[in-house]
């Protein structure tokens, strides 16, 4: 049992060392699902959470939202952004909508 384990063990090691050069030249594309937090505006009732998706390709990136109501009980529309990332890994996003009269 000792044995198995440690070769197991060996060749994991071996994989990670092998790997490390291979880490470091990751590509970030793919997609992601997150939570984007809103804090209080003027006219809604509380913090609002929203589910965020983020595509990315390269070195661009398209984002979307739903867009909520004055107090997040109905989506109103969805929210699309595009941008880039930097070669650091920073994300610049930028988009235009309008809802319920105002533009953001």
Known sequence: MYA???SAAGLLLAISASGVGFAQQQSLDGAYRGTLVCEPLPG?????RAPLDIIVTGATIFATRPIFNRDGSLVVGTEIATGAI???GTLHL???WAADGGDF
């Open 44 to 48: 809604t009732l509380s913090i609002l």
């Open 4 to 6: 198995r384990f440690a």
């Open 94 to 96: 930028s988009s235009i």
């Open 86 to 88: 930097s070669v650091d």
